[in-house]
């Protein structure tokens, strides 16, 4: 089994970007970036690296993705008070970022197992999503996240989903009530990194939210058929 990775090498100088290369990575390196990386110790599910690269690579077939470097993994089968977003820089093979996010409100307390597209649900949507351009909203320096999976994520724009930083993502929550808080469905971050985490995956790069939810894994179109 292979598993094919797309990347695109842009000369500075350069007019146009270079066509993209395709890149055949075998699942023995695939395993050594998760086991290098000692991403199972931290706490991301294999079954999540795996599901991530899958879509990752889906949707860089497709051509949804410019930032084919960067790809951001949202554990929620951890609960809220462990760090569980991973940025991961496949080119470099490095673990940009390892930091809390919060999920929706109506999706749990401390463990994320309801999910929606709905509006006004106050819950979050699993699956992929390409990031896109910043505004400066009511928590500052914020990032719109396009839905890719229809019926799932897909109405993330309309309902108003992106990252942005929150006072309740915050380790002294923690320590007093055993989790962070929660948001209306946005995958929050903390108030002292949330800029640099942006600034890195922003315009263009894959997110993917994962739970073993097994709604999600029997509907979702861009891992049919790769896992």
Do not use: W
């Amino acid at each position: 089994m292979l598993i094919y990775m797309s990347f695109a090498f842009v000369n500075p100088e350069a007019t146009a970007p270079v066509a993209a290369t395709t890149v055949a990575i075998s699942v023995d390196v695939k395993e050594a970036l998760y086991e290098n990386l000692e991403l199972g110790a931290l706490g991301l599910s294999h079954q999540a690296f795996t599901y991530a690269l899958a879509g990752f690579n889906k949707l860089m077939e497709d051509g949804k993705i410019q930032k084919n470097n960067i790809l951001s993994i949202l554990d929620f089968s951890l609960p809220s008070g462990k760090k569980r977003l991973f940025v991961i820089d496949l080119e470099s093979g490095e673990l940009v970022f390892h930091t809390y996010a919060a999920h929706g409100k109506k999706s749990g307390s401390n463990v994320a197992t309801e999910f929606s597209n709905k509006m006004n649900s106050n819950k979050s949507s699993l699956g992929f999503y390409v990031t896109g351009d910043t505004y400066n909203g009511k928590h500052g320096t914020s990032l719109r996240l396009q839905g890719e999976e229809k019926g799932i994520n897909d109405n993330a724009m309309a309902r108003g989903i992106v990252m942005h930083s929150a006072k309740y993502v915050d380790e002294s929550v923690i320590a007093q009530q055993g989790f962070i808080g929660r948001s209306q469905g946005c995958p929050a971050l903390p108030a002292n990194i949330y800029k640099e985490v942006i600034e890195k995956i922003k315009n263009g790069s894959c997110l993917f939210i994962y739970s073993p939810d097994k709604y999600y894994t029997s509907h979702s179109k861009i891992l049919k058929d790769r896992v």
